[in-house]
């Protein structure tokens, strides 16, 4: 396993959650670590970045998303 990365979310209402995680971890593992920081249901989290939203099971790593 390589070192762990933290990554920066916000929602829609501007609240940023800060989440460690590896590079090697999921889209879907990275939404139920940020369920269980948040309190909302995994399944109702949509991750994106402008217009792409991230699919489930594609790592972190494969999207370049790094640490910050």
Request: proline share 1%.
């Amino acid at each position: 396993r390589g070192k762990m990365i933290e990554v920066v979310c916000n929602d829609r209402l501007g609240k940023k959650v800060r989440v460690k995680c590896n590079p090697d971890d999921t889209i879907g593992d990275l939404k139920k670590l940020i369920a269980a920081q948040t309190g909302t249901k995994a399944d109702k989290i949509r991750l994106q970045k402008w217009y792409s939203i991230f699919k489930d099971h594609i790592t972190l790593d494969d999207y370049e998303i790094h640490d910050g």
